[in-house]
């Protein structure tokens, strides 16, 4: 059994123009990004899933493009959280599970779900929804294989695919609550830490941490520093050392600097890469 949990650092997405000639190199064509981005960072979010449901091909060509160990992270659809608000959702949810995340197999780390801003925590549907989520492969086989086959094949195969994981962005204020805390660590699901000065709280709610870090967290902050890297690497060894897997991505705000941010946190925790 592992005595210390694994930490994987990387960005959301990996298309992004601005990196060309700047993290990627000048002339690269862009069908080899995915494979020189997973050759310096460990993680990356996949995106696309959140405007539609891609193919089993798809997942399937990008898990060949990156090395063992590597794990992306899975972007819950917009209809489930944006459209129908977490509610009368389980057919998406089928869907989506159905269409093909499974075809990353060991490279299939935790699925996120970013809620709306205007979206506040109800009683009700909150909880419903947080139970639909399946937890374990037999769980996610089960929900998956209730989709809709008339809009596309099931993609059902598991294989190499250990673990069902759930990371929750809560962007309300209201969801700022012990009582949302306490349904999460019943489900072990994270509560993405976002690390901006509207919310800046590290909390834990699973058995693994899950970090969208958009800040820092102080008002006059103007990307990540140096000392931002090393206070975050601090925290993050105490979490891997508690045996915590620990997925940080930067996103958003400092998108352009985002690479580079997660290579230096990667390195300031001591974890290296042949191309280093």
């Known amino acids: 059994m592992s005595t210390i949990g694994t930490v994987r650092t990387g960005t959301a997405g990996w298309v992004f123009e601005p990196w060309r000639g700047t993290f ?7 069908k080899k990004e995915l494979a020189y981005a997973a050759s310096r960072l460990t993680s990356i979010e996949i995106n696309a899933t959140f405007r539609a449901n891609q193919k089993p091909a798809s997942f399937a060509r990008w898990a060949g493009e990156t090395p063992d160990g590597f794990q992306f992270s899975v972007k819950g659809p917009q209809l489930v ?12 949810l089928a869907n989506f599970f159905a269409s093909g995340p499974l075809a990353l197999g060991s490279r299939l780390g935790p699925f996120v ?29 089960t929900l998956a294989g209730r989709a809709d086959a008339a809009r596309q094949e099931p993609f059902l195969d598991a294989s190499g695919v250990s ?25 072990n699901i994270a509560r993405v ?13 699973a058995d693994f941490a899950y970090c969208r870090l958009q800040g820092p967290a ?33 996103v958003h705000e400092d998108k352009l600097h985002a690479p580079a941010n997660a290579i230096a946190l990667r390195q300031a925790l001591g974890l290296t ?4």
Do not use: M
């Open 193 to 205: 830490i976002a690390d901006t000065a509207e919310h800046p709280a590290r909390d834990l709610t």
């Open 218 to 250: 102080r008002p006059d902050a103007d990307g990540y520093a140096e000392a931002d890297i090393k206070d975050w690497a601090e925290t993050i060894n105490g979490w891997r050392s508690a045996c915590r897997d620990v997925f940080a991505y930067f």
């Open 163 to 187: 673990r069902i994981r759930h990371a929750i962005e809560p962007r309300h204020k209201s969801f700022d609550t012990p009582e949302v805390n306490a349904l999460l660590k019943q489900h």
């Open 113 to 141: 779900w970013q809620l709306p801003p205007n979206l506040a925590f109800d009683p009700e549907s909150f909880p419903a929804f947080l139970d639909l989520l399946p937890t374990d492969v037999e769980s996610y086989l």
């Open 24 to 30: 990627f190199p000048q002339g690269l064509v862009q």
């Open 81 to 92: 959280t944006h459209i129908k608000r977490l509610k009368n959702c389980a057919e998406p």
């Open 273 to 276: 890469l042949p191309d280093d």
